[in-house]
């Protein structure tokens, strides 16, 4: 079936700071993998795609590498602000057109 | 463009009462998807329509919960009889058919349910 395990938070970084959450997932067939984010007092929405094996997405700042051989689709930033302060949810979109969400990863930026 | 519109955006219930949830999707699409949030927790998705057909309810609870999508535009979630274990945000999407095969969802803002 398909399934996301991310990293558990909460992180807690200083500004200015490298950012890693992992994210792996398993799939049935080539899934299109997602991360979402949720600011606080916001709805979700979505940071950045990739569609198919070695895709690089990327938004704000942000990138994700969709690596097929390790199953993995890591967020990175290389210098995080206080405003990137959210939780952040890796999805996976499998060949149903469903989608199936990580459980998230809360992410607090000091100055 | 108007976004995804949910109400109520709160309801606080008894369990063994029934609530029922609405959303209007962006006009133009399509599909239509209800999720479960539990607090701290990733969403779950409920039941996903495409146009006023099921997609998937594989993980709709059915001897409590029901949806329907009339018209292929607004969609309904109740939950008769609720639990306790129900209280969640209960998030509604759409997303817009594409020729690429990614689509995109947009997500409403959520309904926050507690049930007491």
Same mark, same amino acid.
């Given at each position: 079936g398909n399934s996301v395990t991310q990293m558990e938070g909460p992180v807690t970084l200083s500004e200015e700071a490298f950012l890693t959450i992992n994210c792996t997932y398993t799939a049935t067939g080539y899934p299109s993998l997602f991360w979402y984010v949720q600011y606080p007092g916001e709805g979700l929405q979505l940071l950045l795609k990739a569609t198919k094996a070695d895709d690089k997405g990327s938004n704000k700042g942000f990138e994700a590498t969709y690596r097929k051989e390790t199953t993995s689709f890591h967020l990175e930033k290389g210098s995080v602000q206080v405003s990137d302060s959210a939780v952040y949810f890796c999805a996976l979109r499998g060949t149903g057109n469903q989608f199936y969400f990580g459980t998230g990863t809360s992410l607090t930026v000091i100055p | 463009e108007a976004g995804v519109a949910q109400s109520p955006r709160y309801k606080i219930i008894e369990k063994r009462q029934s609530v029922a949830f609405w959303c209007n999707p962006i006009s133009g699409h399509a599909t239509l998807y209800w999720y479960q949030q539990i607090l701290g927790q990733g969403p779950k998705l409920l039941i996903q329509f495409q146009n006023n057909g &099921? &997609? /998937? /309810?594989?993980? !709709? +609870? *059915?001897d409590r919960f029901s949806a329907e999508r009339l018209k292929g535009v607004d969609s309904t979630l109740k939950i008769q +009889?609720? *639990? !306790?274990?129900?209280?969640a945000v209960y998030l509604c999407a759409s997303s817009l058919e594409g020729l690429a095969g990614f689509y995109e969802q947009y997500f409403g803002p959520g309904t926050r349910l507690t049930v007491t």
């Open positions: - | &099921v &997609v /998937d /309810d594989s993980q !709709l +609870p *059915k +009889p609720a *639990k !306790l274990e129900d209280s």
